[in-house]
Nanobody, 126 residues
């Protein structure tokens, strides 16, 4: 099993930055594809970014390309989401998730993720 805990959320003004951290535990973390997702109340959860097991391959939703960066530190079992130039439409609960099957072809597919954190709120004011 993989246990995931997100931290680093908060309130910021538009144009500012936040860095989210996902702390993982459990052996499968090291070989898992990791993803960051977000969800606004009343809307479906959507993927923001994903990273393969060794950090070589990263993918982003078009809405965050050039602003967000996903990275990981396997020695510390951490996954980061650096969010720059934040916009009010980035406001959401952000979730960290693990895909323990690790298929690169489905890195951006929500149903493939089998372990989830509890989420952290990010609020961006205009």
């Amino acid at each position: 099993q993989v246990q995931l805990v997100e931290s680093g959320g908060g309130w910021v003004q538009s144009g500012h930055s936040l860095n989210l951290t996902c702390t993982g535990s459990g052996h499968p973390f090291l070989t898992s594809i990791m993803g960051w997702f977000r969800q606004v109340p009343g809307e479906e959860r959507e993927i923001v970014a994903s990273i393969n097991w060794n950090g070589v391959i990263t993918k982003y939703d078009e809405s965050v390309k050039g602003r967000f960066t996903i990275s990981r530190d396997n020695a510390q079992k951490l996954v980061y989401l650096q969010m720059n130039s934040l916009k009010p439409e980035d406001t959401a609960v952000y979730y960290c998730a693990a895909d323990t099957n690790g298929a690169i072809s489905t890195m951006m597919s929500l149903p493939e993720y089998d372990y989830w954190g509890q989420g952290t709120q990010v609020t961006v004011s205009s």
